[in-house]
Structures are given as C-alpha cells and as structure tokens.
C-alpha cells in the first residue's frame, strides 16, 4: 500500500473512536438536559463511529498493513444551547467527510482501486450523516422552542435502535 494512503487510514481509525467519544459526550450532555431521546440518539451514534473505526482497523489489517493506535483527543465541546450541539454535529460531520475526501484523492493518485472501492461506502455514509446532521437541526429549529413539540421529538429520537453497519470486512 502508497505509505501515504496507509498513514491516512490509519489516522482515520483514530478520527472515528474520536467521533465515538465525541457523540458519546453529546449524548452525555442530552442526559444532563434530562433529554433522554436526544441522548440515546447520539449514544447510538458513538455506536456507530465505533463501528467505522473497527472497519478500518479491520481493512488494515486485512491488506497485512501496519496498525499504530493513537491517543483519542478529549472532546471539550462547552454548549450553551441544545442547538450549538447539533450544530456541532454537523460541522464535524462536514471534517470528516473532508477527510474520507483526502483519503479518496491520495488513493486515486496512487491508482489503488481496492481502496477507492472500500472507501465507496464510507463516501456515501457520510451523504447521510450530514443528510441525518440537517434534519434534526431543522427538527430543532422548527418544534425546539415549544416545550410539548420538543417533548414529541425527544420521543421520537428515543425510538432510535442500533443496527449493525452494511459493510463489514
Ligand atoms: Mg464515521
């Protein structure tokens, strides 16, 4: 594998449990708010980046490539509204399909088709994470300042499962 398209995965293993923690605290301040939907939403998306890291731990070694396991980053997210986390959501969302990007170019410059493949899907995850990042700040934005339409979304959101992610290696 290009040494250069090796290091980027391998800095995105730790970009995903990074995003994991990240929503883990999100979920952390929902609790806190006594939005309880809220945080099982955002609990299931840490699930989910757990999910993404293993993915590419997994790839890694699958091509006999060398994994190296950094420091996570602490998140310190201070919000002072329910809004200023979902906004936080879809700005990180926004970075993280820039990096999926950067991986993608580095592999198409190095003509490596088997990882352009593999991160075909990742390229299409992040369409509906932003997709998922925008709709519940419309949500927010629409129904948040009523106390019984924030209740009905927090019921909703509660209704949130974990499924298993379509690609696995
Ligand atoms: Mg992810």
């Not at 980053?73 to 906004?87: E, R």
């Not at 990096?99 to 299409?124: C, G, P, S």
């Not at 009905?152 to 499962?161: D, G």
Request: glycine fraction near 2%; aromatic fraction near 14%.
């Amino acid at each position: 594998m290009n040494a250069k398209v090796h290091e980027l995965i391998n800095q995105q293993i730790n970009k995903e449990f990074y995003s994991a923690y990240l929503y883990l605290d999100f979920s952390n301040y929902f609790e806190n708010a006594g939005l309880s939907g809220f945080a099982n939403w955002y609990k299931i998306q840490a699930q989910e980046e757990r999910d993404h890291a293993i993915i590419f731990y997994q790839y890694l070694q699958n091509e006999n490539q060398k994994v190296t396991l950094e420091a996570i980053d602490k998140p310190d997210n201070n919000f002072s509204c329910h809004m200023d986390v979902l906004k936080a959501g879809l700005e990180h969302e926004k970075y993280v399909t820039a990096l999926i990007n950067d991986i993608y170019a580095e592999a198409y410059e190095a003509k490596d088709f088997r990882t352009m493949q593999f991160l075909d899907w990742f390229v299409k995850e992040q369409g509906e994470e932003e997709t998922n990042a925008n709709e519940l700040i419309s949500k927010m934005e629409l129904f948040g300042s009523d106390p019984k339409s924030l209740y009905m979304l927090n019921q909703e959101l509660a209704a949130r499962v974990y499924s298993a992610p379509s690609l696995t290696l």
